[in-house]
């Protein structure tokens, strides 16, 4: 499966980059798969493995503060990988370009 | 911490309702406080808990279908629980008035 | 249509309910029907009524903050209406109980 | 503001490609800046022109379909421009490598 999660701490002030990349960070050096964009980070593995990544994340922020807000998003399909990079692809080609940038 | 989450289910046709059905009642047994609403259920626990319950309730549509999208937000606040229903009373008493309905 | 969203102020702090609260006065002063919740407020309407809504929900937490993150989540479905309380009735409908509480 | 999209049409199998490369391409046409990922477009400008151009991807996979699930999440930040690239960027700045990839 892959999930797209953010992690916004309340009470820290306006600007969140320091704890975004703390966990960034954290997903890093897990060895999964994972893209960062700007509205969060998506990585691809099974349930079990993304959950504690982000459980690990989700602790590392909240020692620092004492209020956060976490979105998760998954899409899991039976029998496919590859995908984060895989969507993106399949999109492209039934629109007949390259719309990455 | 509380925690909102819906899954859907895609390949199922139009109304997917069957399939909330199948994952509320694994909520409602789970024995943790929740309440459903139309855009999802919303239930207190701790990390664990709450992602072991959903786990379960991913699980069990999976069973029936080859894809599903999940969506989580939880909101995580140091030292503060009965939140499911705290939350809304606190806008309440800011207004000045019930407006749950 | 109906639609879920919420509002949440960075740099105010850990505590948003004051800022929620001056959102739920114009979504009550809306006259579109609606509920809120412990992660939300849901509003039933037509796209452009919601998103005028939304939008002055927006201006009016902007005035007092530097940023914001909002989340909405929508549900339409041709010719289906009195979905707030539709939805979790057809659930409930299958489970064979009230399960709102 | 920057706001990441995503549109997911039920009742027409467990694919979407097809329909979100109809939204994809009117982003496209739109002229504003954008960016597509796994899980969802980001797009960049103000309140009015996101939310026309939502409604357009919205009208258009409606056409075709008899219920849609959307999701919106909006960051909006008093004086901050060119942001799709720059979060990232400033995440990556303190982590201290560059991990898009």
């Known amino acids: ?3 797209q ?3 916004v701490p309340l009470g820290v002030g306006v600007s969140v980059s320091e704890y975004v990349a703390k966990a960034v960070k954290i ?3 897990s060895g999964l ?5 700007a509205m969060g980070t998506i990585v691809e593995g099974d349930w079990d493995e993304i959950m504690e990544l982000i459980k690990k994340c ?3 922020v909240l ?3 004492e209020r956060i807000i976490i979105d998760i998003k998954i899409d899991d399909r039976k029998g496919h990988s590859g995908r984060i990079e895989g969507k ?3 999109v492209e080609r039934k629109i007949g370009k390259e719309i990455r940038k």
Chains 1, 2, 3, 4 share one sequence.
């Open 1 to 3: 499966m892959i999930a």
């Open 5 to 7: 999660f953010s992690i």
């Open 27 to 29: 997903v890093d050096e």
């Open 33 to 37: 798969p994972y893209r960062l964009h």
């Open 58 to 60: 989700k602790d590392a």
């Open 63 to 65: 020692k620092e503060t």
């Open 88 to 90: 993106v692809l399949s």
